[in-house]
């Protein structure tokens, strides 16, 4: 009989007007309640009548009350919605349509739904995958949320799910650009392209490599220094700035590389035939030669120029790589002259290999895992390739051209697309020294490791290190990489300019830099010039993409690794993080990512210490993991919704459960 009540709804709100508010970010819980997080100290709880109003990840403004001494918050006002645009399934309630969002936090919500106009509610199953919008929210003076499908994306049983719905989640294309019905070269009347037909290059590339854009050659000089000359398919004699399709690759930004498949940033008739530097086949080029001395250095002969070439074999790496490590190879033989080309690059890529060990950095050597598919999208096997000769071979030759394209832009133009690195942030520069000091490093100091050299040093040490520990630890103190359109340093490297050009088929960059590069090789004012945006551009796409590959490959993992709990297969793993709640592990044998959860090593919180900055798990005060250290797991758990692997250590300690459930 006071539902309606005016008197008592004004009592009510006056009532609320008197008491405190705080402003924060909603957090779900696995049960129905949840948290105002007003920063990392303070929380205030939400009972669950009041989270039916709110969603995880909403900023709102909320009322505190108190009762018996307990603080509670009720959500009051929005101050930003969390969720847009969205992933979701369908669920069909009661014959109404209603979309579960595919997010962590949110898979407990069952959100009402309606159609966008043009799409028709009855194409729609139980647990289809689609598009949201979430148009109505109850802080808004909604009754309740309220979302609309604006995108099917595919049927729920559909094999290709994993591919559809996280292109759709991070808003990338799922095809090609359509191309032309003609292609026509048009070059700039005052480029002359230098005939190179008759220079052996040779491409290395995968098996089953189409969009194949650097060709090599390589020869000896009488004082045993080396000329290389690097060719690089160019797609930029078919596009012009401004373009449709110029337009279209810089939307795209990058190749879309996933498991098992690739979306290219441009159509595959440009990328896959008419740039793509097929065996004996005349493509235009844009190159450069250098001279390498004996000792690696690059010198300063640089020279860009435009060509025509003919690649005059097509290499495979496992087929070089046998070649060049055991003198033969079953499935490759080459000519004498073919013979001399690889021998030589190879000797280059040694001396440059040498040169980068003393004074730049060099990664430790990790293997890339490949996810075999079959035609129906069933993964057949994973493979971890080994990197090998031939890998580093061309890995030295494209490291050397984008050096040389640093150097020749800076000077000639003052710009270009600059991959960089800025090295230790600036507020972790003295826990850094403090640390590499307690194990034994000598003569850094805050003002060397602020410097290439400096820096480059230390990370020479670190990979001088029995283990990688120190290493992982102090990569969580770096900063990332960018891509600028000004000159600077790539820390992480070791090298003092860098700037790609040599991938133009499949990163927009490397289009703008072979437009630069023409420019310097004509003595003119460019047709191009990158401005602050595309730096921010790239790194977004990139930024995406890096996302997307890692989301189909769990999406794999998980439905491949799934039969392996009952099977108990044990797997070597190494710990790559360690926080409050467990450690974080890469299964060495296929690459998946696992989580251990405390409680799976030792389930007494009293003995157990999980320490995030040191990166160490101690029991009883005495460690017993590290970070970079490996150990053998089972896997405890697998869940294919939530494309999620838990381990436990296959070595238990005491009062450690006996099984995860």
């Not at 669950?48 to 009720?74: Q, W």
């Not at 490590?325 to 080459?334: D, F, I, K, R, T």
């Not at 075999?372 to 490291?399: F, G, P, W, Y």
Request: hydrophobic share 35%; charged share 30%.
């Amino acid at each position: 009989m006071f539902a309606d009540n005016p008197l008592l709804a004004q009592l009510k709100q006056q009532i609320k007007e008197t008491l405190p508010t705080k402003e924060g970010t909603i957090k779900a819980t696995d049960k129905s309640f949840g948290f105002l997080e007003v920063d990392s100290k303070t929380s205030f709880f939400i009972p669950p009548p009041y989270m039916k109003k709110v969603m995880h990840g909403d900023k709102v403004r909320a009322v505190i009350r108190t009762e018996n001494d307990k603080d509670s918050a009720e959500p009051d006002q929005l101050l930003e919605q969390a969720v847009n645009r969205f992933i979701g399934r369908v669920k069909l309630f009661k014959g109404r349509l209603n979309v579960v969002p595919d997010h962590p936090q949110l898979r407990k919500l069952s959100l009402k739904a309606k159609t966008a106009r043009g799409i028709k509610r009855d194409e729609f199953a139980e647990g289809d995958w689609v598009v949201a919008h979430l148009i109505e929210h109850p802080l808004k003076g909604a009754d309740g949320f309220l979302v609309e499908i604006t995108e099917k994306i595919t049927d729920s049983n559909d094999k290709i799910a994993p591919w559809w719905v996280t292109l759709a989640e991070n808003d990338l294309p799922n095809t090609e650009p359509t191309g032309l019905d003609e292609w026509t070269c048009l070059d700039d009347e005052q480029l002359v392209r230098e005939d190179l037909t008759h220079i052996p290059f040779v491409t290395i590339d995968g098996e089953s490599t189409k969009d194949m854009d650097d060709a090599l050659f390589a020869k000896s000089n009488p004082d045993g220094s080396f000329e290389l000359t690097i060719a690089i398919a160019d797609p930029t004699a078919y596009i012009t700035p401004d373009s449709e399709m110029d337009n279209v690759a810089r939307q795209r930004g990058f190749t879309i590389y996933l498991p098992g498949r690739n979306i290219p940033m441009l159509p595959r008739e440009l990328a896959d035939n008419l740039c793509s530097l097929i065996q004996d086949e005349q493509r235009p080029a844009l190159c450069c030669t250098a001279t390498i001395s004996v000792d690696g250095t690059i010198n300063d002969d640089i020279r860009f120029f435009a060509a025509n070439i003919k690649s005059h074999a097509r290499l495979a790496y496992n087929h070089l790589s046998d070649y060049l490590e055991n003198g033969s190879s079953e499935a490759w033989q080459p000519s004498e002259t073919i013979a001399q080309v690889v021998t030589d690059l190879n000797n280059v890529a040694k001396a440059r290999t040498q040169w980068r060990e003393t004074n730049a950095v060099i990664f430790p050597d990790r293997p890339d895992y490949r996810f075999e598919l079959s035609q129906d999208n069933d993964v057949i096997a994973i493979h971890a390739d080994k990197r090998r000769t031939a890998n580093k071979l061309v890995e030295e030759c494209m490291i050397s051209a984008n050096i040389c394209a640093g150097r020749v832009l800076s000077e000639k133009l003052g710009y270009g697309v600059y991959n960089t690195h800025s090295g230790l942030k600036e507020d972790k520069i003295e826990g850094v020294l403090e640390l590499v000091t307690a194990h034994g490093a000598q003569g850094f100091d805050a003002e060397n490791v602020t410097s290439i050299e400096g820096f480059s040093a230390l990370r020479r040490w670190l990979n001088e290190q029995p283990t990688q520990y120190l290493d992982n630890r102090i990569r969580k103190h770096q900063t990332y990489s960018e891509i600028n359109n000004k000159p600077a340093p790539h820390f992480a490297m070791g090298l003092e300019l860098y700037a790609t050009w040599t991938s133009p088929i499949r990163k927009y960059g490397d289009m703008i830099n072979h437009r630069l590069l023409k420019a310097v090789i004509l003595n003119k004012q460019p047709v191009q010039q990158p401005d602050d945006t595309v730096g921010e551009e790239m790194s977004l796409h990139r930024k995406h993409h890096k996302i997307a590959e890692r989301k189909v490959s769990d999406w794999l993992y998980a439905r491949t690794l799934h039969k392996d709990v009952s099977a108990k297969t044990q797997y070597h793993a190494e710990i790559f993080d360690i926080n409050r709640a467990g450690m974080r592990v890469r299964l060495l044998e296929n690459g998946a990512a696992a989580f251990i959860p405390a409680s799976l090593i030792l389930d007494n919180k009293a003995r157990i210490e999980l320490n995030n900055d040191e990166g160490t798990l101690s029991i009883d005060k005495e460690i017993v993991y590290k970070l970079a250290d490996t150990l053998q797991v089972t896997l405890s758990e697998v869940n294919i919704d939530k494309r999620n692997i838990v381990a436990r250590p296959v070595e238990v300690f005491a009062d450690a459960p006996e099984k995860s459930e």
